[in-house]
């Protein structure tokens, strides 16, 4: 008995990778206009032009397209900046963030996520991996931010990282209110302000690698005043 395929598994052939656009491409259209509990097999179906039993056989449910959907858009969905301070780095990723959760079809596919990693088996892990590779990936802000002497050696990168991102999630998932600027520009300065005095340090003589120092978290905030410009 050969083991079933996981959700979105292409098999060779041009048709079913065909297919998988049309149906990942539909589903990212439709979240636009209408959030997750409004998203059926049959609309897609209408959309993609796709029949709803090949969309039910090859995915099963509508969360199954959706964790097919995330795979794919989660790595290179937010710029990366890069700009030459650590301050400036994590207020641009912050408003870029701020940007990408203005768009309502954004705001629909990680709600419907969460939603999709509560009930879909296997779902729970790729939400898990899509948050923890992008956090990976962006921690090279704090790795440049280590070789230029602006935080402790020992800081842990992507515990910075979530905790800017954290107040976004908490913001549409148990607020649900509107994301702004003044979101973005707190998020960033909360997160700065912690790493460069310290707070997320490991203790260790890795954390985001570069240079070691103990004091350099102080020296930092010494050059930027504390960093508490409110710049956006």
Known sequence: MTEPRPHGATRPGGRTARTRTAVLNAAWEELETRDFASLTIDR?????????????????????????????????????????????????????????????????????????????????????????????????????????????????????????????????????RPIDDDLARTSAEAAYLAAVHGVFRTGGAGGAGGKSGPDSAGEAAGRDGGGASGRD
């Open 44 to 176: 897609l179906a209408q959309h993609s032009g796709v029949h709803a039993a090949t969309i039910r056989r090859r995915w099963r449910t509508v969360e199954g397209v959706l964790c097919d959907l995330v795979s794919q858009y989660s790595a290179s969905s937010i710029p990366l900046p890069d700009t030459g301070t650590l301050h400036e780095d994590l207020h641009a990723l912050a408003h870029a963030i701020a940007d990408f959760y203005s768009a309502p079809r954004n705001r629909h596919l990680v709600e419907g996520f969460v939603i999709t990693a509560l009930r879909e088996p296997g779902a729970e892990q790729v939400l898990r991996e899509a948050f923890s590779a992008r956090i990976r990936l962006v921690s090279v802000l704090l790795e440049r931010a280590v070789r230029r002497g602006e935080i402790p050696a020992d800081t842990d990168a992507e515990e910075v990282i979530a905790a800017l991102g954290a107040p976004f999630y908490y913001r549409i998932l148990i607020t649900r």
